[in-house]
């Protein structure tokens, strides 16, 4: 009886516990929904956030720099007289390169405007075009010196103010002391436009010409190379070296002290900040093997340096990821370690080390700090030829562009940051298509 | 195959690095202010002769001086822009590793201007004023105290009651060290009651640190930019961000004088210091076109007043000055040491 009066009573707890239970458990599930609910909303608050942030961003850089592809320019009627240009006839280089093309700009600009005199009204008129002009005018006469004494019709660029008033930069508004412009060239610019003779154009010299102080001349294309020489020499040098020694790490080297010591140290060096590297740089390439300041080779030595960690972690990262059957059955059917690794393992994990590789590649493309140290970051106009002559890259331009006083160069400078979001997302799909491409699943 | 495709690319390597030897483009380091002037100088030279264009890097003052001290030879560079003199220990360090000549060029005047928003009125200060808004220690009742000045108007009833917030260049920028001896030192001169409160020497040019000098990074563009957005503050930086600004913001009246150019170059807007260049006179003959160069740069086409480093915002030296600079630039005369 008091057996079963127990059992009974324990039944009935135990029936209790469970009614109990799943009424717990019924009345929290409502919590535990919205604990869920709440928890993806959150998840979809960070990543809303980060996409505001990047819209943002994106849209700044966008917007102040969109108006930098185009260039307004102005069509003259230029004469070229032997006289100003080759007084001999001979048409000898050296003459036609060092020639005055200003006077011929000059008279075709006066000619425009035939009812302005004074020397102080002359120089304000000079001043509606381009410094620069003359240049362009010179290469046009090297590349084909039959045009001299001929009447050439060409557009050239107006000057970086006048660029900046007709993209609506300038107010015109302000009281005349206070503008780049004078009233009276905002009325002859007036005029230029009433004629017919503004237009504005693709801005070509963005892309083709190399730096300079004036904006309407400045271009990436120096900077661009450089970009390329440099990264060029950073994966020949780091890719080669990361795979063996990702290689040797995962697939050859016993798993002691020295090895965990190593695998520490690379993760350590990682995080190393890059300007320590370009310390190194100064310090070993150009101090103890005499390397010339501002090549692309020693940039592309020190980014090598800084992305190797990276590639290494990512190299080895994909040799795990090859399932060890494939090792095993390439040994067990006879093939030698060094078969294994380089018929088998090594073409399955290509897909992620050179995924890595490219990432570690698009970090290095950022860079701009080591540079300062080996002399990359500087005024160069002429377009590097190879590896050793003087060069800059794209961050370092944008760097320099951002801290010119001219106004022209602020729209520039984000023209140029696009240029170099392009790079990287054109070298970031290059990664994910490699990727898709090569990747196998198990 | 292997083993020849590597030697073949060492033996390449050297040779690259061997044909970098023989360098036929001048190398110029130096300070940021320079920089622009200097760079529309080697542009100019690049384009109009046949020499190639000089590589101008950015170093700042100090960091150029280190490089252009290290030696004699292609390794090092030709040419060092300063915003301030050569200091003798400098010399003695140029000395040292053999640089014994060099010739100072000095390319004219650089203003330094506070400025502000054209939405606000124009400030009138002194130096007195602006000492006493961003020194860290002021003399109150004889003793020195930090700074308790929050607001303009606590330093001069004439002056605006809107907080002290003024956009500068870090302690690391020759700007921020010719503001220091042009406003600091000169305004702690003249504040009643800092001398005998102890405040003289390097204690003058101590910059408050609670929140009133922001230090906004060696951007000029940015801090125009800033002065834009922020009615109140005030910034400080070189002439030519004004210049190119003018429609945005405006410069304030230092001692009673507009930072004009026109005051700039006559000396009555005293907050100017000079800026130059040296050049290395064991490279002059080795390098090719330093002395086409120097002539480029001393020519009144471009130092002259109508010259195109004016439209860059070079302030130009007076007419005699310059021809005296340049006459002897053009001889490489030789700094006495």
Not at chain 1, 320 to 329: G, L, M, N, Y
Not at chain 2, 243 to 259: L, R
């Amino acid at each position: 009886m008091s057996d079963l009066a127990i059992r009974n009573v324990g039944m009935t707890s135990a029936m209790d516990a469970t009614t109990t239970n799943s009424q717990r458990v019924a009345a929290g599930l409502k919590g535990r929904y919205a604990a869920e609910r709440r928890f993806k909303a959150y998840g979809v608050l960070a990543i809303a956030f980060a996409l505001a942030c990047l819209m943002l961003l994106m849209w700044t850089i966008v917007s102040h720099g969109y108006t930098a592809f185009v260039q307004t320019m102005v069509r003259l009627e230029i004469t070229l007289y032997p006289q100003d240009i080759d007084p001999d006839g001979k048409r000898d280089r050296d003459v036609l390169s060092t020639a005055d093309y200003r006077t011929p700009i000059r008279q075709a600009v006066a000619d425009l405007f035939p009812d302005v005199q004074g020397r102080s009204d002359q120089r304000q008129l000079d001043a509606l075009v381009s410094p620069g002009a003359v240049f362009l005018i010179r290469d046009m006469v090297m590349a084909d010196p039959s045009i001299v004494g001929k009447r050439v019709s060409i557009t050239i660029p107006v000057s970086d103010d006048l660029d900046q008033l007709n993209k609506g930069y300038i107010n015109p508004n302000v009281a005349e002391a206070d503008r780049k412009v004078s009233d009276k060239q905002i009325a002859w610019f007036q005029r230029l436009k009433d004629r017919g003779l503004i237009e504005t154009n693709f801005n070509t010299i963005l892309f083709t010409m190399g730096d300079s102080r004036e904006p309407e001349l400045a271009g990436l294309w120096g900077a661009t190379v450089g970009s390329f020489f440099t990264l060029a020499v950073t994966i020949a040098l780091a890719f080669p070296i990361a795979v063996m020694t990702a290689t040797y790490l995962e697939e050859f080297a016993p798993k002691n002290r020295w090895t965990q010591l190593i695998e520490v140290n690379i993760n350590n060096l990682a995080a190393v900040p890059s300007i320590v590297f370009g310390l190194l740089g100064l310090a070993v390439f150009l101090g103890f093997f005499g390397l010339p300041r501002s090549a692309p080779l020693v940039g592309g030595m020190v980014l090598a340096l800084i992305t190797l960690p990276t590639v290494i972690i990512a190299s080895r990262a994909a040799f795990k990821s090859v399932p060890p059957s494939i090792r095993e059955a390439a040994l067990g059917l006879g093939a030698s370690r060094l078969q294994t690794v380089t018929d088998h393992v090594l073409p399955l994990a290509m897909p992620g080390i050179l995924t890595g590789a490219i990432i570690g590649m698009a970090h290095a493309l950022g860079e701009t700090a080591p540079l300062l140290m080996i002399g990359m970051v500087a005024f160069i106009v002429d377009i590097p030829g190879g590896l050793t002559d003087p060069a800059t890259v794209l961050p370092v331009q944008v760097y320099l562009w951002s801290d010119s006083p001219e106004r022209a160069f602020v729209e520039r400078t984000s023209a140029a940051i696009m240029v170099l979001l392009v790079f990287l997302f054109a070298m970031n799909a290059v990664a994910v298509l490699l990727r898709r491409r090569f990747e196998r699943r198990w | 195959m292997l083993r020849h495709s590597l030697a073949l690319a060492i033996v390449a390597g050297i040779g690259i690095a061997g044909a970098a030897e023989a360098r036929d483009q001048i190398r110029i380091v130096g300070s940021s202010t320079v920089y622009p002037f200097a760079t529309a100088v080697a542009e100019q030279f690049g384009k109009t002769t046949n020499f190639k264009t000089p590589v101008i890097e950015s170093t700042g003052t100090g960091g150029g001086f280190k490089l252009f001290c290290a030696g004699v030879g292609v390794d090092h560079p030709d040419i060092t822009n300063a915003s301030r003199a050569i200091t003798k220990s400098e010399i003695e360090t140029c000395a040292q590793a053999g640089v014994k000549e060099i010739t100072e060029v000095k390319i004219g005047y650089d203003g330094i201007v506070v400025a502000n928003s054209k939405a606000s009125p124009q400030a009138k200060f002194t130096v007195e004023m602006l000492w006493k808004a961003l020194a860290k220690n002021v003399a109150v009742d004889g003793k020195a105290v930090a700074n308790p000045n929050k607001m303009w108007s606590d330093i001069d009833k004439s002056l605006p009651a809107i907080k002290i917030e003024v956009l500068g260049p870090p302690p690391t920028s020759g700007t921020r060290d010719a503001f220091v001896e042009l406003v600091m030192a000169e305004g702690c001169k003249k504040a009643a009651g800092a001398k005998e409160a102890g405040i003289t020497g390097a204690k003058c040019g101590e910059i408050r640190e609670d929140g009133g000098y922001v230090e906004a990074g060696e951007n000029d563009v940015l801090i125009v930019r800033k002065l834009e957005e922020n009615k109140n503050a005030f910034g400080i930086f070189g002439y030519s961000f004004l210049d190119q600004n003018g429609d945005k913001i405006q410069g304030s009246i230092m001692d009673g004088k507009a930072p004009t150019f026109e005051n700039i170059a006559s000396g009555a807007y005293e907050v100017s210091r000079p800026l130059f260049f040296y050049v290395k006179k064991a490279h002059v003959g080795t390098i090719p076109g330093i002395e086409a160069f120097i002539k480029e740069f001393t020519s009144a086409k471009a130092w002259g007043k109508n010259g195109y480093l004016a439209d860059k915002g070079l302030v130009p030296m007076p007419d005699a000055e310059r021809e005296k600079v340049g006459k002897a630039a053009q001889s490489m005369a030789a700094m006495t040491m």
